[in-house]
């Protein structure tokens, strides 16, 4: 899903900083998933998604490394990922809820929905609790709308959810590792 135009920082790839062993390690994971994809400029979106998947967003030195080993100016592959709305270069929970606050889920009460997540956690839309457990965000329609109101964690619907269900629902996801979608692409 496309979500117009952001903005993210963009630094030149040709310095020649030291990478700390944390970084180097990144490296030798994204290195494992372009030799998967291989290295033609066709290649960056799943490159990303994977990358994404993997880290839980998409640190920078991963950026500049994709954009070195796929030959593409730093600047297209950070335009890229500010295009799409699913990329995110900032860190994220373990896991990601999404509220559904389109037309049918806002008028069965995903609004209340989501007031009962953000109690829960203590976190607000767009934010990330202080453990890196849940990232919140909300979303327009899931094309789901028969089974209002709906919210999604990592790939998981979970349909007609009243505000008394958010904590036995959070309750299923605490300890549990993040299902990677998009690398199942
Ligand atoms: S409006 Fe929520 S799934 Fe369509």
Redesign the pocket.
Known sequence: MAGGKRMIAVQCSCGKRTLRASERKLLRQVDALLTQDGAGSGALIPILQKTQALFGYLPEPALEHISLKLGMPYSEVAGVVGFYSFFTTVPRGRHLIRV?L?????VRG?RRVLEAIERKLGIKVGETTPDRQFTLEIA??????G????IMIDSDIHQRVKPAKVESILAQYAGKKRVAREAAK
């Open positions: 559904c389109g037309t049918a889920c806002y995903g327009r329609c899931f094309g789901a709308c089974l209002a109101p709906v």
